[in-house]
């Protein structure tokens, strides 16, 4: 069979953003720098927050729902007694609390009764929708919507003492769609005051991590991981000849003993390349998700991007 020809290098980039660059800023120079206009990113992060940004290229773009979905990890410190209209450093000042009578003790207490399931407000400046139109467009307009609280997960909020008693360092670890600055402000509250977040910088998406992370000048093709190494958070199945040309197509397959939990899952050909995303289906079945590559094809980038795991 002919390998399938592509527009350009597909595959992962693990960036380390920088303060002052928003994320579709790093979106548009990696397009330059990796030479297609297919490249996405998963997971916003705002200008001032640095650290690890995921951009998908090429087919991999088709992939980034599943990494959105990954868990987060931050560290970053909270400045107690005053509040700010963007509940961070870049905001304007909107009300200040005497909060000198505050111990360390105190703090830990409110962090430990913001961690595990809870429900948050999502802030105005955010990219959430209310009616079609996102929040951080209305926040600019002037418009203060009521937004109705979601349900998160903080596995961790560990919190240490500084040498300045209004600011505490702390580290969180948090399902998708928690907002840290928001987790400040509600800080501040428990403690009866206000607070908001500065230095804000992601650690980790998942399994990828600083250690896995380039600075944008260096991103090339040379520094893509596979399609299947995106994935690797991801429980796989990994099939041969018929069955894999099968998945190629799209074909619906029985949920046997090779798909562990509930999914989704990475589905891989004989050589380790990523066919499709497969998701549960209705009677002990799997379908397809996202197909990516037919069988035999050219599911992996170029020849000189790093194997599965690097």
């Known amino acids: ?40 990113h998963s997971g916003t992060l705002d200008p001032d927050a640095t650290g690890v940004l995921l951009l998908g290229v090429g087919r991999v773009t088709r992939l980034l729902r599943f990494l959105t979905a990954l868990g987060k990890t931050y560290t970053c410190e909270i400045v107690l007694g005053t509040e700010t209209s963007t509940l961070d450093a870049s905001g ?22 913001l961690t595990g399931d809870i429900l948050q407000v999502p802030p105005m400046v955010s990219a959430v929708k209310v009616e079609g139109k996102r929040l951080h467009q209305l926040a600019r307009e002037g418009v203060e919507v009521e937004r109705e609280a979601r349900p998160v997960t903080v596995h961790r909020f ?47 998406i998942g399994s990828f991590t ?29 099939l041969d000849g018929a069955e894999a040309l099968a998945v190629s197509h799209g074909k619906v397959l029985p949920r046997d003993e090779r798909f562990s939990g509930e999914g989704p899952w990475a589905v891989l050909d004989g050589d380790g390349r990523l066919l499709a995303v497969y998701g549960a289906h209705r009677g002990g079945s799997a379908k397809p998700e996202v197909v990516v590559a037919p069988a035999g094809g050219g599911s992996a980038p170029t020849s000189s991007s790093p194997a599965d795991g690097q």
């Open 92 to 113: 304007e000042v909107t009300a200040s609390h005497d909060m000198a009578g505050v111990s360390f003790a105190d703090v830990e207490r409110a962090a430990a009764g």
């Open 210 to 238: 600083l250690a896995d992370a380039h600075p944008l000048a260096a991103v090339s093709p040379d520094v893509l991981l596979t399609p299947a190494a995106a994935l690797r958070d991801y429980p796989s199945v990994v």
């Open 158 to 204: 560990v919190v240490q003492p500084t040498p300045d008693r209004r600011v505490v360092r702390a580290e969180v670890e948090c399902s998708s769609g928690t907002y840290v600055r928001t987790l400040a402000a509600d800080l501040g509250h428990a403690l009866g005051g206000g607070a908001h977040l500065r230095d804000l910088r992601r650690t980790a």
């Open 1 to 40: 069979m002919s390998r399938r020809r592509t527009d350009g290098p597909d595959g992962l980039v693990v960036v380390d953003k920088e303060a002052g660059w928003t994320s579709h800023d790093v979106v548009a120079k990696a397009r330059g720098l990796l030479g297609t206009r297919k490249v996405g």
